[in-house]
């Protein structure tokens, strides 16, 4: 992914002819458009200035007062528009974009509902640290603050979840905005930047120039990420290192912005440390590395949480010790020092304190660190690792993996997220809804390389997986792109099918219809006594939907049939889908209810396949069960 600071091709002869193209295209101010040559004006700059920007897409949907831009899009071909069906799938395409590529995503949608209908995806973006750039349209100046048709005070709605944003009244001011705007985006800690532009600055004439990379730097006095940490402070870790008989990393997002996948396992390896990862952290490592050791948190790899909870040193690189990692942070690693190393100052120290804290981008402190390392010898941390390798193997017995299926002959979620990523030859880019489908990606996608697991951690968004995927899918077309939804997540925005077939997105779609929403009903069955309510979940004939759309597609009910439909939607010329009928009552566990730390999960199926809760002296009682004590 793009580093952070860094200004995609800076340098490169393509930067140098993006600039000769610059100048050449402002010598007159006009415009080579479809009936001659016209002035140049505010949605012009506008499309130039994405372009020079290293961004060729944008994902959007018209409507009045942003109409000067679609009505000149035509005269810049180089930028392609994509039509979604809903502005909330233009800002999740645009956030797949980004993570998948590395690059700045483009959204765009007018004013009033156009413009809210995109909150969702610039705070989703925001949370998971996505480097967008949002645009809207507003009404002419004269009508601003007079409740005018489809006005909405969009910069004051989204100044609470964006890095920066702007109301942009003047034709003059775009190039110099829209350049700042990418500039924010993808600079420091990443994340959306919202862009706000008047009908009046789109449509007005305009002979402003666009600004260099230095240009914009010397106009932000104020804004300098702090890139390389401390040299004390980095002293002091290695030292923590040398001394640590039982450390452990906990690698997040940031190490991928940063693009440190290297770095960071130069560190392991030299230093002989288990690598566990959040669930933005997918991808750090290849997970069949053996200093992989797995996924941590709410939903994570017992192994890994207890071994987090048996730690002397935590190394945290890139991540946030958020709720969802940490559970009650009373409890959290009471053994361990812990060493905090982000971008963002302001996230070290919010939710744990860090005994040695580090504020750099991962890739300059791991760099500055990787000298002052004293190489392990293995055999110094043979025993440690034997105890991690047993933790390992009675952890992983509990799933599908040891068990060979939820049920004989019952379709299990795991299972099926296990062979599209063995049919895919693990390359595949997968992105996940939210809810079980999340949690089951997550354990059990296999990931091999860095960007290739794209999912809504902070926000937790549900209807996040289509059109993200479709992002990824532009954005990296050389990788197959999964969308891995729950029927939950899915209907909520499978309108976007028209879009993918419209465009030929070669989406490939993982339906995973256990008729419920999944995550509710199991919260409810263990947290809330098997009081049931609105979890049940009616959803159409999925094979008549695809019809419709002119959609290819297979259902699939038996675990014998699933390698067959993977085969058959990856060799479909186009996008595809699967509907897999799976365990309605299938759960997720590890699982750690609210308030509880990662010492008090609730574990695995017992013996006789019911759920047991750890240190229970038996199965759990499933209230719906007759057969188990429960409802009659």
């Known amino acids: 992914m793009t580093q952070a600071g860094h200004v995609p091709g800076a340098g490169t002869p393509a930067a140098s002819a993006a600039e000769r193209a610059r100048r050449d295209m402002l010598r007159d101010a006009r415009v080579t458009a479809r009936d001659g040559v016209r002035p140049r004006i505010g949605a012009d700059a506008l499309c130039e200035a994405i372009l ?50 590395g690059n700045v995503g483009v959204c765009l949608g007018t004013s009033g509902p156009g413009a809210t209908n995109l909150v969702t995806g610039i705070g989703t973006a925001m949370l998971d640290s996505v480097p ?154 290849d997970e069949t590395d053996p200093l992989a ?39 959290y690693a009471p053994k361990a020092k812990i060493v905090h190393i982000d971008i963002d100052p302001a996230e070290i120290g919010k939710n744990v304190v860090a005994d040695l804290p580090i504020v750099g981008d991962a890739k300059h402190v791991l760099d500055a660190l990787l000298p002052l390392i004293t190489k392990v010898d293995p055999a110094t941390r043979a025993d440690y690792f034997a105890e991690l390798a047993t933790w390992r193997t009675e952890s992983e ?34 992105t996940a809804d939210v809810g079980q489908n999340q949690m089951w990606v997550a354990r059990y996608g296999s990931f091999r390389r860095a960007n290739s697991h794209l999912s809504s951690g902070g926000l937790g968004t549900m209807g996040f997986a289509l059109p993200a995927a479709m992002g990824a899918a532009v954005a990296v077309p050389e990788k197959v792109s999964w969308a891995i939804a729950g029927d939950g997540g899915f209907q909520m925005t499978l309108q976007e099918l028209a879009t993918i077939v419209q465009e030929r997105i070669p989406v490939k779609i993982a339906l995973m219809d256990n008729k419920k929403l999944g995550m509710i009903r199991q919260w409810q069955e263990i947290v809330y006594g098997g009081n049931y309510h609105s979890e049940q979940l009616a959803g159409p004939d999925y094979l008549k939907l695809c019809e419709a759309y002119g959609l290819p597609a297979w259902k699939v009910s038996k675990p014998e049939e699933v390698d067959a439909a993977v085969t058959a939607a990856l060799a479909a010329d186009g996008p595809a889908l699967i509907w897999f009928e799976i365990a309605e009552r299938q759960n997720v566990y590890p699982m750690m209810p609210a308030g509880k730390g990662l010492s008090d999960l609730i574990d695995k199926w017992g013996d006789d396949g019911e759920d047991v809760t750890e240190g229970a002296s038996g199965p759990r009682v499933d209230p719906m069960d007759p057969t188990s004590g429960g409802a009659k």
Do not use: C
């Not at 979840?161 to 001011?173: C, G, I």
């Not at 941590?296 to 190394?315: F, P, T």
């Open 52 to 101: 020079l920007q290293g961004s060729d897409t944008i994902w959007g949907y018209p409507g009045g007062v942003i109409l000067p831009l679609y009505d000149v899009l035509v005269d810049h071909p180089e930028l392609r528009h994509i039509l979604v069906r809903h502005e909330q799938a233009a800002s999740h395409a645009a956030d797949g974009y980004a993570r998948a590529s």
């Open 132 to 285: 967008l750039v949002v645009i809207t349209g507003n009404v002419p100046n004269a009508l601003i603050g007079k409740d005018a048709f489809q006005e909405i005070d969009i910069t004051g709605i989204t100044l609470p979840m964006t890095k920066h944003n702007y109301l942009v009244r003047s034709a003059d001011e775009i190039p110099h905005v829209i350049a700042e705007a990418f500039h924010l985006a993808r600079s420091g800690r990443p994340g959306p930047v919202h862009v706000d532009i008047t009908k009046d600055a789109l449509m007005g004439e305009t002979k402003a120039t666009h600004p260099s990379v230095a240009e914009i730097e010397a106009g932000l006095p104020g804004y300098k990420p702090k890139l390389d940490g401390h040299p004390r402070q980095i002293k002091l870790l290695a030292e923590a290192i040398a001394g640590a008989k039982r450390p452990v990393i906990l690698a997040g997002h940031g190490v991928l912005i940063a693009g440190a996948e290297r770095e960071l396992l130069e560190l392991a390896r030299a230093a002989q440390i288990p690598i566990t990862w959040t669930l933005l952290g997918i991808g750090v490592i």
């Open 397 to 430: 017995s509990s799933s599908w993996h040891g068990s060979g299926g939820f049920r004989d002959g019952v379709l299990s979620a795991d299972f099926v997220v296990d062979r599209i990523a063995a049919g895919s030859n693990f390359d595949a880019n997968l």
């Open 293 to 331: 050791y797995g996924y941590m948190g709410m939903h994570g790899w017992k192994h890994v949480n207890r071994a987090i909870q048996s730690a002397d040193l935590l190394i945290g690189i890139g991540m946030r010790f958020d709720d969802r990692v940490t559970g009650n942070v009373r409890t």
